[in-house]
């Protein structure tokens, strides 16, 4: 005798017999009653609700032998009703639409919808997932479905309407099949069990019932396992068949977590998975049970909303006195996040032994773990590494001569003390210094307006400017920003940059890019405003220290900080500009005497006065920007000294230019500053609105 399963073997045979779809067989018991059948019928709805069981009982009912017109009741043993049963009709034709894709397998079906039925009064297609026929075969069924012949009736099936054409549903009429109630299928797997004599207790039918999720034919399925155990079946086997965590083991990793105990949790968790629980499995019912205790939290009085036994919705409800609400949903965050590391990890055991460990409340009320992107939600990771800072070195010389250090993060401005081009010199060997360091030499931030920078808790400043730049689109701007540019000041809404005067009019029209990229850091819409840095101290660049490479210069042994004013002649400062180890004569190239700000005393000190002058300015001055955006080189930089050093070429016989105010240029120095001009940039083409060129 060949075996039946219990999901075949009770099948319904009329619509009376449907489960949880009053409302449906209701329609179409009418239907069939008043006459009114149409073309085109199509049933959506979850997998095991009954679709084509409706299906079949639809056919058997328009064509029973049994009476002479359809009807709503059919006998069930005439020869129509047990061929559709067996599903050997002739005139009833199922069709699996997944192994049925084609158009052509479509124009077969209407082709053959052209005959008469051989013995029944309709001729009927069931087409089954429905949705799965290609866009072609829906389009070449849109006639025959629109205007089939009279004896001809289609019903599509499909778990995903979603994807069925919206022109075929519009020429069928749709039914919505839901899941089945919990009482309702409680009520079936109880009438199944009293017929096939199965032991079974009634909190074990209610936990396959809600185990099926409304899918009555996975409920038989798990019933039809069941019935084969020899003795009474429980809760425990049922969860033991179904390969999910018990509710009493779940409920005991509850109160571990709840009692703040990592060691109970740790070996409970090694005796889940010493029991074949794989560790997928357990996040997934351990995620369904914080669910069930946030509704016994927040809906103590509705039990049908979870899948638990009595027994265990009254310990969650419990449980749910004890703790709070926002722990529960805390403790479900952590879940979620942590779902997907313990599925694509190698070491998944350890993961879920982590996982768990991170429930426990000690560790969720914790402001790292509770809430880790809250305080900086930006600013937490710098989008690029921080480029390596260079040591920094105490000054051996009185600190009566050398500025004092700031004692806040953020450097602030430093007076400049009035010097000599000797201490200009010595700030350019000092430069030269600092770029032996292992890091890519930087030009000197240019002057930023008088903003103060801040540095608050939550951003800093060069590290923002330093991920502004790297999001960036254009390489122009982003390298013109890079050497001129600086974020003085950024308050979570504005952000204040300042550039040279002569380039504000050319930032602005970059303004749509910089604000773009602070988009992309917070997430948010951030105003840029762009103001002029003449003439005023720039914060930090994040990627060169500040003070460290001129206090490492200062404190060189080789460098001496008694230099007379012979030893910045032209002569001296071309002939030594090579790149090469630092001599007992300080180089000074003609870049470093640009013209100091304001507030510097004059380039030479007066005849007669002591030359000696010490090292007090570490950040050395740049060429300034006239109005129109070129560099004025002021004559005292070019100064030719009578009192050069022997052995340097004569400036009387070397080539010279003379310029409208009868003042004479050396044109190697000229070169000079021109080739330090280009060094400045690092080689790199900066788009400027304005030409930058040499008054002379």
Same mark, same amino acid.
């Given at each position: 005798m060949v075996y039946e399963p219990l999901h075949h073997k009770y099948r319904p045979a009329t619509f009376a017999d449907l489960v949880g779809q009053t409302a449906i067989a209701s329609t179409l018991t009418n239907a069939i009653r008043q006459e009114r059948i149409a073309p085109a019928y199509l049933f959506c709805g979850p997998r095991g609700t009954g679709k084509t069981s409706s299906a079949r009982i639809f056919a058997k009912s328009l064509n029973c032998l049994s009476y002479d017109r359809p009807t709503e009741t059919p006998c069930g043993t005439c020869e129509t009703c047990r061929s559709i049963a067996r599903g050997s009709a002739l005139d009833v034709i199922e069709i699996d639409a997944a192994s049925n894709t084609g158009v052509d397998n479509i124009r077969e079906l209407i082709e053959r919808a052209q005959f008469a039925p051989v013995q029944a009064r309709y001729k009927v297609y069931i087409i089954d997932e429905c949705h799965m026929l290609s866009t072609a075969a829906f389009n070449s069924l849109l006639k025959t479905l629109e205007e089939p012949p009279a004896h001809v009736i289609f019903i599509l099936a499909t778990t995903d309407p979603q994807r069925v054409l919206p022109t075929i549903i519009s020429r069928c009429q749709r039914f919505d099949y839901r899941r089945i109630p919990l009482d309702a299928m409680t009520g079936h797997l109880r009438y199944i069990a009293q017929q096939e004599s199965i032991a079974i207790s009634d909190e074990a039918l209610t936990l396959i019932a809600q185990l099926a999720q409304g899918g009555l034919r996975d409920a038989e399925s798990v019933l039809d396992q069941l019935s084969l155990l020899p003795e009474e079946i429980d809760v425990e086997r049922v969860w033991d068949l179904v390969g999910a965590v018990p509710e009493r083991d779940l409920l005991t990793l509850l109160e571990a977590i709840a009692a703040n105990n990592p060691q109970r949790v740790l070996e409970h968790c090694r005796y889940l998975l010493d029991r074949g629980r794989e560790p997928p499995i357990v996040m997934q019912n351990l995620a369904a049970f914080y669910r069930d205790l946030l509704i016994a939290k927040t809906a103590p009085q509705r039990n049908d909303l979870v899948a638990v036994t009595a027994?265990?919705?009254?310990?969650?409800?419990?449980?749910?006195?004890?703790?709070? @609400?926002?722990?529960?949903?805390?403790?479900?965050?952590?879940?979620?996040?942590?779902?997907?590391?313990?599925?694509?990890?190698?070491?998944?055991?350890?993961?879920?032994?982590?996982?768990?460990?991170?429930?426990?409340?000690?560790?969720?009320?914790?402001? /790292?773990?509770?809430?880790?992107?809250?305080?900086?939600?930006?600013?937490?990771?710098?989008?690029?590494?921080?480029?390596?800072?260079?040591?920094?070195?105490?000054?051996?010389?009185?600190?009566?001569?050398?500025?004092?250090?700031?004692?806040?993060?953020?450097?602030?401005?430093?007076?400049?003390?009035?010097?000599?081009?000797?201490?200009?010199?010595?700030?350019? @060997?000092?430069?030269?210094?600092?770029?032996?360091?292992?890091?890519?030499?930087?030009?000197?931030?240019?002057?930023?307006?008088?903003?103060?920078?801040?540095?608050?808790?939550?951003?800093?400043?060069?590290?923002?400017?330093?991920?502004?730049? &790297?999001?960036? @689109?254009?390489?122009?701007?982003? @390298?013109?920003?890079?050497?001129?540019?600086?974020?003085?000041?950024?308050?979570?809404?504005?952000?204040?940059?300042?550039?040279?005067?002569?380039?504000?009019?050319?930032? &602005?029209?970059?303004?749509?890019?910089?604000?773009?990229?602070?988009?992309?850091?917070?997430?948010?819409?951030?105003?840029?405003?762009?103001?002029?840095?003449?003439?005023?101290?720039?914060?930090? /660049?994040?990627?060169?220290?500040?003070?460290?490479?001129?206090? &490492?210069?200062?404190?060189?042994?080789?460098?001496?900080?008694?230099?007379?004013?012979?030893?910045?002649?032209?002569?001296?400062?071309?002939?030594?500009?090579?790149?090469?180890?630092?001599?007992?004569?300080?180089?000074?190239?003609?870049?470093?005497?640009?013209?100091?700000?304001?507030?510097?005393?004059?380039?030479?000190?007066?005849?007669?006065?002591?030359?000696?002058?010490?090292?007090?300015?570490?950040?050395?001055?740049?060429? /300034?920007?006239?109005?129109?955006?070129?560099?004025?080189?002021?004559?005292?930089?070019?100064?030719?000294?009578?009192?050069?050093?022997?052995?340097?070429?004569?400036?009387?016989?070397?080539?010279?230019?003379?310029?409208?105010?009868?003042?004479?240029?050396?044109?190697?120095?000229?070169?000079?500053?021109?080739?330090?001009?280009?060094?400045?940039?690092?080689?790199?083409?900066?788009?400027?609105?304005?030409?930058?060129?040499f008054e002379v």
């Open positions: 027994n265990t919705w009254e310990a969650l409800c419990n449980f749910a006195k004890q703790w709070d @609400e926002s722990l529960i949903l805390a403790g479900s965050q952590h879940l979620r996040a942590c779902d997907s590391q313990v599925r694509q990890t190698t070491q998944p055991r350890l993961w879920l032994e982590v996982t768990l460990l991170g429930l426990l409340p000690g560790n969720l009320q914790h402001p /790292a773990l509770a809430q880790p992107a809250m305080a900086q939600p930006a600013m937490a990771q710098p989008a690029m590494a921080q480029p390596t800072q260079p040591p920094t070195v105490q000054p051996a010389i009185p600190s009566a001569n050398v500025a004092p250090a700031s004692p806040t993060p953020v450097p602030a401005a430093i007076p400049q003390t009035p010097t000599a081009h000797p201490a200009t010199t010595a700030s350019w @060997e000092t430069r030269k210094t600092a770029q032996t360091a292992p890091i890519s030499p930087v030009p000197s931030p240019a002057p930023t307006p008088n903003i103060t920078p801040e540095e608050t808790r939550t951003y800093n400043l060069p590290q923002v400017w330093q991920q502004v730049l &790297e999001r960036l @689109e254009r390489r122009a701007t982003k @390298e013109l920003l890079r050497q001129q540019g600086h974020l003085l000041k950024f308050d979570g809404q504005i952000a204040h940059i300042g550039v040279p005067k002569a380039l504000i009019k050319m930032a &602005e029209t970059k303004v749509p890019d910089i604000e773009a990229a602070f988009g992309k850091i917070l997430d948010q819409t951030i105003r840029v405003s762009i103001v002029s840095s003449q003439g005023q101290t720039s914060p930090a /660049a994040p990627q060169i220290a500040p003070s460290p490479a001129p206090q &490492e210069a200062i404190a060189s042994p080789p460098v001496s900080t008694q230099v007379s004013p012979s030893q910045t002649s032209p002569a001296a400062a071309s002939g030594s500009f090579n790149g090469s180890s630092t001599t007992n004569t300080l180089d000074a190239p003609p870049w470093d005497n640009a013209p100091a700000p304001p507030q510097a005393a004059p380039a030479h000190p007066p005849a007669g006065s002591d030359s000696n002058t010490t090292l007090t300015n570490p950040n050395p001055p740049e060429p /300034a920007l006239s109005q129109n955006g070129s560099v004025t080189l002021d004559s005292q930089d070019l100064h030719q000294d009578s009192h050069h050093q022997p052995g340097s070429p004569d400036p009387a016989n070397a080539g010279t230019i003379q310029d409208s105010s009868g003042r004479t240029w050396d044109v190697e120095e000229l070169n000079n500053v021109a080739e330090q001009f280009a060094q400045f940039f690092n080689g790199n083409v900066v788009e400027l609105d304005d030409d930058l060129d």
